[in-house]
């Protein structure tokens, strides 16, 4: 018993393995030395997130394209976190207060945005420490 399993486990350690060839691309907002997140691929395309000084945005990579993408009333979070052909899937943030924001998630098919919330959600999920702009 003892000698098949020696014999067992020199055999797994004798089998050869074999490397995969991977080729791996750093990606960056080329504007910002701040980390940046790919979140979601879809062949050529890659979506995630960047942050700089005003906040964390979204970006669109298409065959090293670079496009921002920010929903049109968000507030310093807009994140893409999916893709499929055209059709981009995330979340971003918008004031619902003087003091407080929610999250929202969005469609973005490639022109046009379209916002959507959980049903019912009426809880607000930031406190923002300063007023808002003309809220």
Not at 35 to 40: E, I, Q, V
Not at 54 to 79: A, C, K, M, Q, R
Request: charge should be negative; glycine fraction near 10%; charged fraction near 15%.
């Amino acid at each position: 018993m003892v000698l098949l399993c020696v014999f067992g486990l020199l055999s797994l350690l004798l089998t050869p393995v074999y490397a995969l060839d991977y080729i791996f691309t750093p990606i960056y907002d080329p504007g910002t030395d701040h980390p940046t997140y790919a979140w979601g691929i879809d062949g050529s395309k890659i979506v995630g997130q960047f942050g700089d000084n005003t906040g964390e945005h979204g970006f669109l990579d298409e065959n090293n394209t670079w496009t921002e993408l920010d929903y049109p009333s968000s507030i310093y979070v807009s994140i893409p976190y999916g893709i499929d052909g055209d059709n981009i899937v995330g979340t971003y943030l918008s004031w619902f207060s003087n003091i407080e924001a929610r999250y929202h998630g969005f469609l973005y098919d490639g022109s046009n945005w379209e916002s959507f919330d959980y049903p019912n959600n009426e809880l607000p999920i930031a406190h923002i420490k300063t007023e808002a702009p003309n809220a």
